[in-house]
């Protein structure tokens, strides 16, 4: 596994990372939705189409390459259905990705990570929808 490659890092360790990882190892994640606040923060580039990452589990092992084949900057707004259902999670409708997205941006992990207790998105906050595939094991 090419060790000089960004880590790809779904939620924070632990269950919620688990399930997405297991989703992504099974084909039914194949795509990913963060914040552009969370690469300004972290002064990371925004991810690119063609760009790979190491997907990491929750106990830090490197697992599979992941390659990025799209990538949008759409407010939280305009985030689509097709885009949610690729998420692999589970909902259907966006209402539902968006209370499920919403629980973990305006959780204690995720707003401590940010450094702002008091973080909360709208329809207005900049979503970075990224489609993915596996390209090796």
């Known amino acids: ?11 924070f360790p632990g269950p919620l990372r688990d399930a997405l990882v297991a989703a992504i190892l099974d084909g039914t994640k194949t795509s990913t939705t963060s914040l552009a606040c969370q690469y300004d923060g972290d002064g990371e580039p925004l991810p690119r189409p063609g760009d790979r990452s190491v997907l990491i589990d929750s106990n830090e092992d490197p697992l599979v390459i992941l390659e990025a084949t799209e990538v949008r900057l759409v407010p939280l ?24 997205h919403e629980e973990f941006w305006h959780g204690e992990e995720f ?12 329809d207005g906050t900049v979503a970075v929808l990224e489609r993915f595939r596996v390209v090796s094991t």
């Open 1 to 11: 596994m090419e060790s000089n490659l960004p880590r790809a890092e779904f939620a």
């Open 111 to 122: 707003r401590g990570a940010l450094g702002d207790p008091g973080f909360t998105v709208d």
């Open 77 to 100: 707004g305009s985030v689509d259905v097709p885009h949610a259902r690729d998420e692999g999670e589970g909902h259907d409708t966006i209402a539902e990705w968006r209370a499920a």
